[in-house]
T-cell receptor, first 113, second 113 residues
Framework: DQQVKQNSPSLSVQEGRISILNCDYT??????FLWYKKYPAEGPTFLIS?????DKNEDGRFTVFLNKSAKHLSLHIVPSQPGDSAVYFC????????????FGKGTLLTVNP | ETGVTQSPTHLIKTRGQQVTLRCSSQ?????VSWYQQALGQGPQFIFQ???????GRGNFPPRFSGLQFPNYSSELNVNALELDDSALYLC????????????FGEGSRLTVL
């Protein structure tokens, strides 16, 4: 049973345009959400997070939106750059198991010059 | 500041053998977590150690075991290796038991033949 789902295995966008990566979750006890970026042959690196008490968090070109009623979050990257090409993982924690992250399968983002 | 380092980066074992993977946490971090990432999947939580004791465990059998040492370095041991244990094993350190930002190493790629 996959509690965090990223239904798009891949996404391709043009440099300078917006990239939108989506994530759905089923566990209503999750109260903290994170996005990680992973380049080949490297470990995941933290990108941005959001608490369930917020519906938006912004950090430079990266914005995460949370819709609790829909159990949906999205990561917006504006403007997209070729260096953003990587696998993006959505992760969640909470509900008494806040020592662990539950990850989605990831979305491969390709930003074309 | 030294980041999370893991060794070895790649290794090949045969079914039934035992393997030990090692991790050095980021300076100042007293919590270490281990994740398994199978091909095409997101990282899956194995267990977490805090102050040398297991603080939480995912859905992995007892042949997956760990240690954390006083200097906060850590080991992941897997006994009686199975073909399905082939994966990237990621170590992550953090300054708190509750999941916030995890700092991942580049991983150890294990192939079981």
């Amino acid at each position: 049973d996959q509690q965090v789902k990223q239904n798009s295995p891949s996404l391709s966008v043009q440099e300078g345009r917006i990239s939108i990566l989506n994530c759905d979750y089923t566990n209503s006890m999750f109260d903290y959400f994170l996005w990680y970026k992973k380049y080949p042959a490297e470990g995941p690196t933290f990108l941005i997070s959001i608490s369930s008490i917020k519906d938006k968090n912004e950090d430079g070109r990266f914005t995460v939106f949370l819709n609790k009623s829909a159990k949906h979050l999205s990561l917006h990257i504006v403007p997209s750059q070729p260096g953003d090409s990587a696998v993006y993982f959505c992760a969640a924690s909470g509900g008494g198991s806040n020592y662990k992250l539950t990850f989605g399968k990831g979305t491969l983002l390709t930003v074309n010059p | 500041e030294t980041g999370v380092t893991q060794s070895p980066t790649h290794l090949i074992k045969t079914r039934g053998q035992q393997v030990t993977l090692r991790c050095s946490s980021q300076s100042g971090h007293n919590t270490v977590s281990w994740y398994q990432q199978a091909l095409g999947q997101g990282p899956q939580f194995i267990f977490q150690y805090y102050r040398e004791e297991e603080n939480g465990r995912g859905n992995f059998p007892p042949r997956f075991s760990g240690l954390q040492f006083p200097n906060y370095s850590s080991e992941l041991n897997v006994n009686a290796l199975e073909l399905d244990d082939s994966a990237l094993y990621l170590c992550a350190s953090s300054i708190t038991r509750s999941t916030g930002e995890l700092f991942f190493g580049e991983g150890s790629r294990l192939t079981v033949l």
